[in-house]
């Protein structure tokens, strides 16, 4: 059973480019989280997406923008890039009318996205 | 919006010793305060969560408390192993299905032998 597989692992970019980092949810799942966490720090919240829409967001500007796909997938897009937007992007699957089990919220390894 | 403070950001026991880390949260409506570890170069992963409707949790070294009242809850591990050293992170919910969270900034536990 695959976990959330994230794409790609590393990525470097120049200030002012776009970018697109992508997830696939844990077989099962239907809504995708994402989190960036930069270099010690905790993850932050962006936004979430079920049914294809986002249904939370963050304190992030709009600048970050997402999609889900119908087969839950889910892309991640940062426009007119920062040095601050350099951190580790981790995307979180989760089922939105789970019954139990010990782990609700399900991380992928993370995209580490380097801007210089 | 809510808020999560944890303290302290290292932590240095010896093998065997216990460790302790404390957050506080600010929004009362929170209601789902999970703790997660993550090792060097690898996803955070869950360890324990409680609910607001509980004061505490164990599982076999772990434990949970949470204060609703004074809005904190607090990670105990006892018997500590090496195995153990990591980055620990508290987080609160801000919706009610527990995947919307806001993070501490974590607790880096050394554990020597």
């Known amino acids: 059973d695959a976990g959330v597989t994230q794409s790609p692992t590393h990525l470097i970019k120049t200030r002012g480019q776009q970018v697109t980092l992508r997830c696939s949810p844990k077989s099962g799942h239907d809504t995708v989280s994402w989190y960036q966490q930069a270099l010690g720090q905790g993850p932050q919240f962006i936004f979430q997406?079920?049914?294809?829409?986002?249904?939370q967001r963050g304190n992030f500007p709009d600048r970050f923008s997402g999609h889900q796909f119908p087969n839950y997938s889910s892309e991640l897009n940062v426009n007119a890039l920062l040095l601050g937007d350099s951190a580790l992007y981790l995307c979180?699957?989760?089922?939105?009318?789970?019954?139990?089990?010990?782990?609700?919220?399900?991380f992928g390894s993370g995209t580490q996205l380097s801007v210089l | 919006g809510e808020n999560v403070e944890q303290h302290p950001s290292t932590l240095s026991v010896q093998e065997g010793d216990s460790a302790v880390i404390k957050c506080t949260y600010s929004d009362s409506a929170s209601n789902y305060f999970p703790w997660y570890k993550q090792e060097l170069g690898k996803r955070p992963q869950l360890i324990i969560d409680?609910?607001?409707?509980?004061g505490e949790k164990k599982d076999q070294r772990i434990a949970v408390t949470l204060n609703k009242t004074a809005k904190h809850f607090s990670l105990h591990i006892t018997e500590t192993q090496p195995e153990d050293s990591a980055v620990y992170f508290c987080?609160?919910?801000?919706?009610?299905?527990?995947?919307?969270?806001?993070f501490g900034k974590g607790t880096t536990l050394s554990v020597s032998s």
């Open positions: 979180a699957s989760s089922l939105a009318r789970d019954r139990g089990g010990n782990e609700k919220l399900f």
């Open positions: 997406y079920y049914e294809e829409e986002e249904r």
């Open positions: 987080a609160a919910s801000i919706d009610q299905a527990g995947t919307a969270l806001i």
């Open positions: 409680i609910r607001s409707n509980v």
